[in-house]
């Protein structure tokens, strides 16, 4: 099974710009780029990163609100919070460096259970198993039941941390799709959910689907942000600048929310600027 995954991802694997490298600031910038925002939008928009901030040191030597205006197009932007936070921590308590183990990494901000695996497995070439949606939908339906961490762990071959893992996602964007093409996919000798005839239920469960954007409070905080980008948004302006003219008090508290994210600070009228 391993051989013939591994020999399936060298012909037919993505070439992604993360690939080629095993920095771990790197592949921790494509990894929390990659989180809710599809590969083909984050390649642009990680290269010019990686120019504009190059090491842990550059990102934290710049002010916040730099960070957040590099993350433009990306959506859910307290990630660009989180990731200046995590170079300020990686500055300050190990050198510069992104630190190589489990719990160093649990303890930068953002960096949860998955994103920590991701850096261990693509950037110090670790065993151990990554899981995100599209890992847990492949290892899921392989055993046939929801995959679980140690499952995962247990899945990689000895010394193949990085060409496995990256295998596997590409499995589960190209051919374990929600709706699977097993005709195409290495694994299906092995596959225990097409040998019980892909029956339901499927092994993988969906998580909680996303709620709508278009006219949720979160298109409101992107419209928000966009204009901080540019420049202050004033108190009096917040209704419409959010897309909800009508709507003030709205308007108001998700402007508390990006205050309370790190991603705004208030004046004294309630004017509201990136931080500094
Ligand atoms: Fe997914 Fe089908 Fe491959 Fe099983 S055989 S891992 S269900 S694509």
């Given at each position: 099974?391993?051989?013939?995954l591994?020999?399936w991802?060298a ?27 599809q590969?083909a ?53 190990h ?40 890992g ?27 060409a496995?893992n990256?295998?596997?996602l590409?499995?589960?964007?190209t051919?374990?799709?929600p ?19 892909l ?10 689907r996303?709620?709508t ?6 298109q ?9 980008r540019?420049?202050?948004v ?7 600048t959010?897309?909800?003219p ?10 508390q929310?990006?205050?309370?994210d ?15």
């Amino acid at each position: 099974m391993h051989e013939a995954l591994l020999s399936w991802a060298a012909e037919r694997g993505r070439d992604l710009p993360w690939r080629g490298t095993r920095d771990p600031w790197a592949v921790l910038v494509s990894e929390a780029m990659l989180q809710q925002t599809q590969v083909a939008r984050v390649v642009p928009r990680y290269r010019a990163f990686m120019k504009r901030f190059p090491t842990p040191a550059a990102c934290a030597a710049a002010p916040v609100a730099d960070v957040v205006r590099a993350w433009a197009g990306l959506g859910y932007n307290r990630r660009a919070v989180n990731l200046h936070g995590a170079a300020v921590v990686a500055v300050a308590r190990h050198g510069g460096a992104l630190p190589g183990d489990l719990d160093a990494l649990l303890a930068l901000p953002g960096v949860g259970p998955y994103t920590a695996r991701a850096v261990l497995a693509f950037a110090f070439a670790a065993d151990v198993g990554v899981l995100d949606v599209n890992g847990q939908r492949v290892l899921s339906r392989l055993i046939g039941r929801p995959v679980a961490q140690p499952d995962a762990d247990a899945l990689v071959p000895p010394s193949r941390g990085w060409a496995w893992n990256q295998a596997v996602l590409d499995v589960g964007a190209t051919v374990c799709r929600p709706r699977p093409r097993c005709d195409g996919c290495p694994l299906s000798p092995h596959c225990a959910w097409l040998a019980g005839g892909l029956a339901e239920p499927d092994p993988w469960r969906r998580g909680p689907r996303q709620s709508t954007f278009a006219g949720s409070d979160r298109q409101g905080r992107g419209r928000l942000v966009d204009a901080l980008r540019a420049g202050p948004v004033t108190r009096a302006d917040l209704a419409a600048t959010a897309g909800w003219p009508g709507e003030r008090e709205r308007a108001e508290r998700v402007a508390q929310t990006l205050v309370a994210d790190g991603l705004a600070v208030a004046g004294p009228d309630g004017d509201l600027e990136l931080p500094r």
